[in-house]
């Protein structure tokens, strides 16, 4: 059985239809993500797993419980990262963590010994005794994920993880959850950041208006919706749209946008010799492979939705 299974899910908030009839497994030590714009659902199907939102319809079962039923059973077995850090600043680094151990019955002895583990594992050790105040945001995101550890969760949900970072942070971040998952934790995620996702995920759904419009591991998405490849074309001056007339049988697929002209295809560097053998002069070309963020563009579109 897959440590979480959803069939039919749905939420409804009025007559607003957030979630609209997924179905998800996410299995035993493997890191699952949820991708989409903004309204697409992401959040109210992590608040379901988290067994903070009751479903409207369709069934979810997480570790083999229903959280209709067994909410509180359910919740003592996750951790859960929330978007927001739900920090307490004015107590310690350490307290922040053997306060939110008594929540789960963990005793004294045990609740310290297990931060400082943990303040070793999320790298904090050395400020245990500081205030949570003066933490960098990185910082502050690391002890979120280290409370979110406190109890020994089977599963741990994290919503937006590493949002706000500055580089060098989300990398501390991504490596110690790609330590958790070699420990064998399964990882739940939602992501704006198309790089987090295929550095993190072995499988994860696009979502889009409540539904699932693609699902898969992040080489086969790109296999299955993009090219290997992708040509940026920049052009000084012309229109553009009358340049892309022009470079239609060059790919799979071309695509205008403010600045520059993308032709997704198998092998970009043919295409750019044959941009310049039929005469177009771009001021730069660019040949890349093809990411998620190609993908994730093409299912669900460049408009913003509010």
């Known amino acids: 059985m897959p440590l979480i299974q959803a069939r039919g899910l749905v939420k409804r908030f009025g007559d607003f239809t957030a979630v609209d009839g997924i179905d998800v497994d996410v299995h035993s030590g493997e890191a699952f993500g949820f ?73 004294r002895r045990t609740a310290r010994a297990r931060a400082d583990e943990l303040l070793e594992f999320v790298q904090l050790a050395e400020r245990a005794t500081s205030k949570v105040e003066p ?77 699932i419009v693609a699902e898969g591991s992040p080489r086969a998405l790109i296999e299955e919706h993009s090219t290997r490849e992708v040509v940026e074309l920049r052009f000084n001056g012309d229109p553009l749209e009358a340049i892309a007339e022009k470079l239609v049988s060059l790919g799979e697929r071309v695509e205008v946008l403010p600045d520059r002209i993308l032709v997704y295809a198998a092998d970009g560097d043919s295409v750019a010799d044959e941009v310049h053998r039929r005469g177009l002069a771009p001021g730069s070309v660019l040949v890349r492979r093809s990411t998620l963020e190609d993908v994730f563009l093409h299912l669900t579109g460049r408009t913003l939705v509010d």
Not at 52 to 71: H, K, N, W
Not at 88 to 103: H, K, Q
Not at 141 to 167: H, Q, S, Y
């Open 35 to 107: 991708l989409g714009p903004n309204g697409a659902g992401k959040s109210s199907t992590m608040r379901m797993i988290g067994c903070v939102s009751r479903p409207t319809d369709g069934a979810l079962t997480i570790l083999g419980m229903d959280p209709r039923t067994d909410g509180v059973a359910i919740r003592a077995r996750l951790g859960v990262c929330p978007q927001q850090d739900s920090l307490d600043p004015e107590l310690t680094v350490r307290d922040n963590l053997t306060t939110y151990a008594r929540y789960f019955g963990i005793s």
């Open 135 to 211: 933490l960098s945001g990185g910082m502050k995101r690391r002890l979120t994920i280290a409370r979110a550890l406190v109890n020994e969760p089977e599963i741990v949900l994290l919503d937006e993880p590493t949002t706000g970072l500055d580089p060098q942070a989300r990398h501390l971040v991504w490596e110690r959850l790609f330590r958790l998952k070699q420990q064998g934790v399964t990882l739940v995620l939602t992501t704006h950041y198309m790089d987090e996702a295929e550095q993190l995920c072995d499988r994860l759904v696009v979502m889009d208006a409540g539904k």
